[in-house]
């Protein structure tokens, strides 16, 4: 007998869907020339099927940023859980970052540019999705500091401040070693590593 699905599984599946389409569509057109009619289209589904879920693009955006990061917070979780952080582990974590960051593509770390581009060149948009952005930031506030706790370490700067730098220079490593074909995961991991005061 076939499972049936509830209207939460539905509603649920069809979300995903629709940010799987919208990561594809911001992908290939950019954020400014993406539209919803796009996404929906690509998903197979209306535009009012994206108003059910997102009130606009910028927070369907931001949807599909977050799980980017629900993965960054989900691949570093075992290694932030090592009792002992030396030169072996940051090769592992500089490595997985890398890895990371070559699945999600140097366009998708363009894309975040451009986003934060548009929230700068339009206020009404930036104060929309302020309370969606800073839900982010604190998510990965509270990753960090239990991971800290884990390992008895502690932080020479706030966890909230750790967490904006994190999201304001991931993309920026990504594109400059894109650009330069120099690797930078590495050296910007030791210097993140140098707020981190381990036991």
């Known amino acids: 007998m076939a499972e049936r699905w509830t209207r939460e599984r539905r ?20 954020f400014t020339a993406a539209t919803l009619d796009d996404i929906a289209y690509a998903a197979g589904y209306t535009k009012g099927a994206i108003y059910k ?19 960054y917070f989900d691949t570093f979780t075992e290694v932030v859980s090592a009792a002992q952080v030396g030169a072996h582990e940051l090769d592992r974590i500089a490595e997985l970052w890398q890895r990371l960051s070559d699945d999600r593509g140097a366009e998708h770390a363009a894309l975040g540019m451009e986003f934060t581009l548009y929230l ?26 239990e991971g800290m706790a884990q390992v008895g370490a502690t932080l020479a700067i706030p966890p ?15 594109l400059g070693t894109k650009l330069d074909d120099i ?4 050296p910007v991991l030791e210097m993140y590593m140098s707020v981190i005061k381990l036991p």
Do not use: C, M
Not at 54 to 68: P, Q
Not at 183 to 186: E, G, I, K, S, Y
């Open 53 to 71: 879920h997102f009130s606009t693009k910028e927070e369907l955006f931001l949807a599909v940023n977050e799980w980017y990061w629900q993965r």
């Open 120 to 145: 700068l060149r339009n206020p009404e948009a930036r104060e929309r999705v302020a309370a969606r952005r800073e839900q982010v930031v604190e998510a990965l506030a509270r990753f960090i500091t």
């Open 183 to 186: 690797d930078l995961h590495r």
């Open 11 to 30: 509603l649920e599946h069809t979300r995903g869907l629709l940010l799987e389409a919208a990561q594809e569509v911001f992908a290939e057109k950019g």
């Open 160 to 174: 909230l401040t750790f967490a904006r730098i994190l999201v304001h220079t991931t993309d920026s490593v990504v």
